[in-house]
């Protein structure tokens, strides 16, 4: 029974995934971060089509054609303007989850992404290329949004035991929409003239659907009782998602973690960056995000094509493999839910591992793929394996371990600096990797092998499982870290009444 006591401490139930819980996973995470993948790639396919069409607008406009500088410096834009709206998205998360919570900030996203999808979707009728560099950078914002409040969102309506694998489903939902753009993309659907703007237009779809089924679940619990100090609330948000009436234990642990807050008091990202008890906690996440995004995975995205026509791939044929490639990310997102009772610390290591040996790899290969003939086919198979490592753990633990370090008085300031490093980190990525590969060429990916071997390094050292644990025994765990006590101003025999 849950409300049998053990030296006063109320004895949880083992969380189950309830129909409650599951459609407000699967709903949030398609209305949100579903459009976070599926704008990474939706401009990829189309791009031929859509700078022909900068063009010929630039023609009619002005009556001599676009010189090739002008044209590429848009297209940069077109493509840098995401990432760079995804930091000032980041930097509105602790703001709007405090006033809203974390559901209504769910809510009031998606003007980030209907509003933009309706730009894009009317460019080509509009005569304007402007408007969709505008549209990125807003649906870069809706974006640098949902990749740190649908984490948040789910880590606290998740029981402890289902933390982990719920984590997972929004990394899932961004390679579902990479690899549905990828689709989409194929030159006989819509990545082609006459298709593209409804392609861009698309992303508003999951938004309306998001907007229309999200407000019939519950807000977070904890955002209820912790921060509106709404018990009844709170309580009955549990009572749905758990599936039965007594849900005092995880009240008890929520009163705890509220008056042990109350002692510390409530953190800004200022107070954060000088909390001695939250030194350790901050750095494994800056860290690990910049492990994520410095890796190289943006990177390998981008050189896929060339490597693939090297290997010989037919042109037309590439759309396909890169397909391929996407349903492979997807498959081996979907496999981490059946290795995540192995913990988030291995996922970690073993991702990061594989990550940097396929980057040696792949630098082996390209160096002589010109003079092996069969070397094309390593490199093909280089960076599927790096996909795969990728998958496992630098791509959807980061936010998993973001939500369970950090408290709730902590947890909104902590998801803006992860998130602003992971958006400033891909924008950089983006914009030097160019460099990179005209001066380096194959041998850039050492970079990002020894990126990937500092970060694991790193986690192996420092950063403890997480799997299983209340946010409280996190917290103290780290405490020992960061030599510093936490304040209880009472027991467990106390809160638990």
């Known amino acids: 029974m849950a409300d049998i006591e053990e030296w006063g401490k109320p004895v949880e139930r083992r969380g189950r995934l309830t129909v409650v819980l599951a459609l407000a996973t699967l709903i949030s995470a398609f209305g949100s ?11 990829n396919s189309p791009s031929p089509f859509m700078q022909q069409f900068y063009n010929t607008t630039y023609l009619e406009r002005y009556g001599s054609p676009m010189e090739d500088n002008f044209l590429t410096l848009l297209w940069s834009l077109s493509v840098s303007m ?77 029981p402890k035991n289902l933390r982990g694998a719920l ?37 508003g779809i999951p938004a309306l659907i998001e907007l229309l089924l999200l407000p019939v679940f519950p807000e977070s619990p904890r955002y209820m009782l912790i921060q509106r100090g709404d018990e009844k609330t709170a309580k009955k948000a549990l009572q749905r998602l758990r599936g039965w009436e007594d849900v005092d234990a995880e009240l008890s642990e929520m009163r705890l973690e509220d008056q042990s807050e109350k002692a510390e008091g409530h953190l800004s990202v200022l107070s954060l960056l000088s909390q001695r008890s939250l030194r350790w906690q901050l750095v494994s996440i800056i860290i690990m995000n910049m492990g994520q995004q410095l890796s190289g995975v943006n990177a390998i995205y981008y050189y896929a094509d060339n490597i693939y026509a090297t290997a010989g791939v037919n042109q037309n044929d590439i759309q396909y493999v890169t397909v391929g490639t996407g349903a492979v990310n997807v498959f081996m997102t979907i496999a981490v839910f059946i290795v995540e009772a192995s913990g988030r610390r291995l996922l970690l290591l073993c991702g990061f591992g594989i990550c940097c040996g396929a980057c040696v790899l792949l630098t082996v290969a390209l160096t002589f793929q010109e003079s092996v003939t069969w070397m ?22 980061p936010y998993v371990v973001t939500t369970e370090m950090f408290r709730q008085s902590a947890r909104p300031a902590a998801f803006m600096v992860a998130g602003s490093v992971h958006w ?15 001066s380096l060429g194959s041998y850039s990916f050492i970079i990002f092998s020894f990126i990937c071997l500092v970060t694991l390094v790193y986690i192996w050292l420092v950063v403890p499982e997480t799997k299983n644990k209340t946010f409280l025994e996190i917290s103290q765990m780290f405490a020992k870290m960061n030599k510093v006590e936490i304040k209880l101003v009472i027991c467990w025999f106390i809160a638990a009444f």
């Open 376 to 397: 094309p086919y390593v490199s093909i198979t280089c960076v599927i394996i790096y996909v795969i490592g990728h998958a496992i753990g630098p791509s959807p633990i």
């Open 424 to 438: 400033l980190s891909n924008f950089t990525v983006g914009l030097i990797f160019p460099f990179l590969e005209v």
């Open 82 to 158: 995401y990432p760079l709206g995804g930091f000032f998205g980041s930097l509105m998360v602790a703001p709007l989850v405090n006033k809203l919570g974390r559901k209504g900030t769910l809510l009031f996203n998606n003007i980030f992404s209907m509003v933009p999808a309706v730009m894009m979707g009317v460019s080509e009728i509009a005569k304007t290329y402007e408007i969709i560099i505008v549209a990125r950078f807003i649906v870069g914002i809706c974006a640098g949004l949902s990749s740190n409040v649908v984490p948040m969102y789910l880590g606290e309506l998740s």
């Open 33 to 43: 971060s579903f459009q976070y993948g599926y704008n990474v790639a939706v401009i």
């Open 167 to 203: 984590g997972i489903v929004p990394q899932l939902f961004i390679t579902i929409g990479i690899l549905s753009a990828q689709v989409l993309g194929i030159r006989n659907i819509l990545g082609n003239s006459t298709g593209w703007p409804l392609m861009l237009g698309l992303t």
